[in-house]
């Protein structure tokens, strides 16, 4: 049973265009939404995180908006470049999870030039 | 230095052999994970080590088994796997216990199992 659901599974984007990937949760005791960018023979790398007390958190051209009624957050890639096409993977965890991290299924970003 | 480091990067083994992933870090994080990973598919946690003691085995197979020598270095020892095991191994490790303060994962071990 996955408690993180991600969409869409995989993007194609204009270089320049927006990228948006959407994650939806139901465990309403995580507390913690990070995003991760795994390129092709390499270990995910932390992207961006929020908390539920925060509806919208910037940095750079990386954006995760945050939709605590919803049960829905989205991670929006502004001004998408090639060096951007990877697999994003959203996730939550709740504190007392001993570090556990429920991810989402991932979605494909493709950047064409 | 800021990495996790694993070896070896890829490993072919027999259903009977006994190998050995080994995974490093020098950022003095107390908490240690490994993960496995199939093709297409978001990591699976199979392990933590909090403070060189194992706190999670999220019911992985006894042909696995952790070991957690010191702070900086955590093994996975390997034996009688299975072809359904071959997938790509990932480290990570955290200041604590806890997601919040990030992981850093290692690039993985690309395990086939013939």
């Known amino acids: 049973q996955q408690q993180v659901k991600q969409s869409p599974q995989s993007l194609i984007v204009q270089k320049g265009g927006i990228s948006i990937i959407n994650c939806a949760y139901e465990?309403?005791?995580?507390?913690?939404f990070p995003w991760y960018q795994q390129f092709p023979g390499k270990g995910p790398a932390l992207l961006i995180a929020i908390r539920p007390d925060v509806s919208e958190k910037k940095e750079g051209r990386f954006t995760i908006s945050f939709n605590k009624s919803a049960k829905q957050f989205s991670l929006h890639i502004m001004d998408s470049q090639p060096g951007d096409s990877a697999t994003y993977f959203c996730?939550?965890?709740?504190?007392?999870?001993?570090?556990?991290?429920?991810f989402g299924a991932g979605t494909q970003v493709v950047v064409t030039p | 230095d800021t990495e996790v480091t694993q070896t070896p990067k890829h490993l072919v083994m027999g259903m009977t052999n006994k190998k050995s992933l080994k995974c490093e870090q020098h950022m003095g994080h107390r908490a240690m994970y490994w993960y496995k990973q199939k093709a297409k598919k978001p990591p699976e946690l199979m392990f933590v080590?909090?403070?060189?003691?194992?706190?999670i085995n999220e019911s992985v197979p006894s042909r696995f088994s952790p070991e957690c020598p010191n702070s900086s270095l955590l093994n996975l020892h390997l034996h009688a796997l299975q072809p359904e095991d071959s997938a790509l191994y990932l480290c990570a490790s955290s200041q604590e216990v806890s997601p919040d303060y990030g992981y850093t994962f290692g690039s993985g071990t690309r395990l086939t199992v013939v």
């Open positions: 996730a939550a965890s709740k504190s007392d999870s001993g570090g556990k991290l429920q």
């Open positions: 080590y909090s403070y060189e003691k194992l706190s």
């Open positions: 465990n309403t005791a995580f507390d913690y």
